[in-house]
């Protein structure tokens, strides 16, 4: 089962990784303002990702406190998704905010290219080693979690090469998996829309079910020596919130061990407490070979992703004196940045909240489950504090994106995706406003009838 680029055909699709245009409608409605009053001309000059590039009505958020973020006409909301599935701790900070104009006013910027590097880079580096999985790994840090994808699949591309091992390309990709949107992620991502429409994506790219472990099976029996990783969401995220299968993340551990391909675990949502662990792979004890990060890193403060590469592939890449490493971005290890790192990373310490990942996640879905035993919904997905709710049979995407708007309306912020409505609140939730996005998601279902 091998397909290029686009044409590939894909195992039944999710819709998710689609922010879906609200049901406010197409009709713009004028400037926005500041709580103060002032005009924000948003609609004139930024062109929204995931959005419909034609005139709409966005709702312009002004400030964020905490769990709680405002609008242009001063509405409160509950963040449930903490921003966009990133922001563990919180917003407003000062721990961090302070942490990044303090590194600043040191250096404010400078590269890690050879010859320099910087003791701010490093010390984030290391700061990701001390609650990584891994012994004695490397980091590589870019600005997102897309660039994290793209260089994990060219690490996992070059690494066969060093080998000797000319003929291993093949990526391969669960579907409903997101990975980004650099032409890496695109073209190894298991959601189809997100593929079309671009032109020739990379070729070598196969997809699996991603939860019948023999469709894996079936491919590296056919193809075993030429694949050269497999990239996998722990949980996926911006699919649908699917946990995985039991023994499906340990069985693909084997098959990769077995045929001498490298596993990818894409933690960008699941890093930095999400699931309940450091890491999922520490969740669901298993070990790939590489963990691409983004999101949780800085819980959003500054931009950052990268790659964590445990020794055996570190010793790969260090074990030919004269070989460069001809991959890296401007901004790679930017000392902003990487003040945002160590500051977020000591803030979920202090404040335990990879446990409270567990608590907060805990109550939402006893929340959830309430729900589902009364009728109310067909489903419950999720684990640590990442959660979905599925609606009843039936459900498509117009019916979850008006639960959402009138949840947004009641003030609580949660993303449809499909049939279902996802959570992924900040590590520091009380239980009074979780409740309070299940109370409201109830009253969203009740107010949408199918
Ligand atoms: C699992 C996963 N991988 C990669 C990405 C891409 O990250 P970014 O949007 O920072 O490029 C995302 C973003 O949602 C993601 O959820």
Known sequence: MLFVGTNRSSFAVCSGGVEAVSARGAMPSGFPRTLQGERLPVMA?????FTRPAPHDPRTIVRAEGVRVWDSNGKEYIDGLGSLWYCQVGYGRTEIIDAIAEQMLTMSTYNVFAPFSSAIAEQAAQRIVDVSPFDDPRVFLCCSGSESIDTAMKIARLVPQLKGEHGRQIIVTRTRGYHGVNMGG????????????????LPHIAEIDPDDIESAARLFAESGDRIAAVICEPVQGAGGVFTPEPDYLRRLRELCTAHGALLIFDEVICGFGRTGSWFASQTYDVRPDLITFAKGVTSGYQPVGGVIIDRPVCDVLESDDSFLLRHGYTYSGHPAGAAAVIANIDLIEADGLVE????????????LHALAGDGALAGVRGVGAIWAAKLAEGTDLTRTVAVRDHMLESGVVARPIGDSIAFCPPLIMSDTDVDRMVDTL?????????
């Not at 000059?45 to 990702?49: E, N």
């Not at 073209?187 to 020739?200: K, V, Y």
């Not at 567990?358 to 939402?364: E, I, K």
């Not at 009253?443 to 009838?449: K, R």
């Open 45 to 49: 000059a930024l062109l929204h990702p």
């Open 186 to 201: 695109t073209s190894a991502q298991g959601i189809a829309p997100n593929r079309e429409n671009w032109g020739d994506l």
């Open 356 to 367: 409270r990942a567990t608590t907060v996640g805990d109550r939402l879905s006893a929340g």
């Open 442 to 450: 109830a009253e969203g279902i009740q107010a949408n009838p199918l």
